[in-house]
Nanobody
Framework: QVQLVESGGGLAQAGGSLRLSCAAS????????MGWFRQAPGKEREFVSG????????RYADSVKGRFTISRDNAKNMVYLQMNSLKFEDTAVYYC????????????????WGQGTQVTVSS
């Protein structure tokens, strides 16, 4: 069992930055892949980014490449998403996810989900 708690969401202007954090507790965090999904109003959940157990494998959705950076600190059981150059289209609830061996972009494959944190970008 793993519990995930997101923080760092809020309001930003277009072009601004936010940093999301996800604190993991329960089962060992360092051996698991971690990632972020988001869901905008009226849309399905969308893969944003994922990071492997040792941070050697990292993936980003095309829509955020060059703007977002995922990282993790296994000693602190934390994963982060640095979001720069925010766009109105980034407005969504962002979910931290953990523990998958299936393709990362498939939400069904992730075993643990946080409650989400709202990110709102004004245009």
């Amino acid at each position: 069992q793993v519990q995930l708690v997101e923080s760092g969401g809020g309001l930003a202007q277009a072009g601004g930055s936010l940093r999301l954090s996800c604190a993991a507790s329960g089962r060992t965090f360092s051996t698991r892949a971690m990632g972020w999904f988001r869901q905008a109003p009226g849309k399905e959940r969308e893969f944003v980014s994922g990071i492997g157990r040792s941070s050697f494998v990292i993936r980003y959705a095309d829509s955020v490449k060059g703007r977002f950076t995922i990282s993790r600190d296994n000693a602190k059981n934390m994963v982060y998403l640095q979001m720069n150059s925010l766009k109105f289209e980034d407005t969504a609830v962002y979910y931290c996810v953990a523990d998958t061996t299936s393709p990362w972009a498939s939400p069904e494959g992730w075993g643990y989900w946080g409650q989400g944190t709202q990110v709102t970008v004004s245009s």
